[in-house]
């Protein structure tokens, strides 16, 4: 394999000076501090290959942004190895920052008060980038990311939408290999979110950029990134493709059915209002009728979506169907609060 990133056994652990209590607390927190250690990352193992798109997620807290400075090279791991672009990146500092490129969605690497353009030619000469060569990448990142409109406008007058494709273009004029992007959409509206998603897309397919995505935003994830990592208190908890997670924890899924009005009017009901359908394979159940409509609810152990529809169109008259599967979001959400330890071995998943 190629690999962009090859992290083993990852460890960050942070000493962190507790305030002693009482009227001498103060000074001997200062002379004498108690430290107490938190482990940030542990035992985090990565291998991205060149030109994926990969979605880091987890919750608040979870080591995401601790990962990413180790990767980058500006916090030292407390154990474990580390190469990105073949190079060890706290070793190689300088010489690694012409291969990456890093956009924080809360912060801005623009000067706040100047035009964006002026922040764009600024950042050719801190990343030395060839008059010639910086003057062809603006050129094409204008292009693709529609700035012409707004770049003679001070940053600080920029809305939000506008400040983050700036932002894109001052990561990207110098051709990084690796793109960080962290939390690149918050905030944004559907407008703003549906370019910067098209942006990405046409940023790993054509140009062969690698991405590593953090975002709380599940369809960034569904949208961008055929595989995603999950982490929790520093922990891989599962590493692989977002339709594998859902068949394996997502629960129900919804089989919604329009049907003839007369013979769902027909049809006897239950204490609860709801029409019931004799003879339901075992492990379907209606949950949801209005009128015609009726809502279907299986479970993975039930029998397949396709089988299920030729049940119905055997003994009613179908009109439409729409099948659905469970959120992502809703998925992730089941497996922080039910506490499912996901690895790569449970999952089946080789890295």
Request: aromatic content about 4%.
């Amino acid at each position: 394999m190629d690999l962009m990133i090859d992290a083993e056994h990852l460890r960050k652990v942070f000493r962190i000076a507790k305030r002693r209590q009482g009227v001498w607390g103060g000074l001997r927190s200062v002379v004498n501090p108690e430290l107490r250690m938190v482990q940030a990352v542990e035992d985090l193992s990565l291998q991205v290959e060149r030109g994926e798109m990969i979605g880091l997620i987890g919750p608040n807290g979870a080591g995401k942004s601790t990962t990413i400075k180790m990767l980058t090279g500006i916090l030292v791991p407390s154990g474990g190895s580390v190469k990105v672009a073949g190079v060890v990146p706290m070793q190689r500092r300088r010489e690694l920052a012409a291969h990456i490129g890093v956009v924080f969605g809360q912060r801005t690497q623009l000067w706040w008060d100047l035009p964006l353009i002026d922040s764009l030619r600024l950042l050719r000469h801190l990343y030395r980038v060839p008059e010639e060569r910086h003057r062809k990448n603006l050129d094409r990142l204008c292009e693709m990311l529609a700035l012409n409109e707004f770049l003679d406008t001070p940053v600080r007058q920029l809305s939000l939408g506008q400040r983050m494709r700036g932002d894109l273009a001052a990561a990207l004029l110098h051709e990084p290999e690796l793109l960080y992007l962290d939390e690149p959409t918050i905030g944004l509206d559907v407008v703003a979110k549906a370019r910067i998603r098209e942006f990405l897309l046409h940023l790993n397919v054509e140009q062969k950029t690698t991405v590593l995505l953090t975002t709380h935003d599940m369809d960034d994830i569904e949208m961008l990134c055929p595989r995603m990592l999950i982490i929790d208190h520093g922990r891989k908890l599962y590493d692989g493709s977002v339709s594998d997670i859902r068949e394996r924890f997502g629960g129900e899924r919804k089989l919604i059915a329009i049907l003839d009005a007369a013979e769902v009017a027909a049809l006897p009901q239950s204490p609860d209002g709801l029409p019931i359908v004799r003879d339901l394979p075992v492990g379907v159940r209606v949950v949801q009728a209005d009128g015609a409509r009726l809502c279907l609810s299986f479970g993975r152990d039930a029998l397949p979506a396709h089988e299920l529809i030729a049940w119905l169109g055997a003994r009613y008259s179908l009109r439409d169907l729409t099948f659905q599967e469970p959120e992502i979001e809703d998925v992730i959400r089941r497996i922080y609060e039910e506490g499912l330890l996901l690895t790569t071995e449970t999952v089946g998943i080789e890295k």
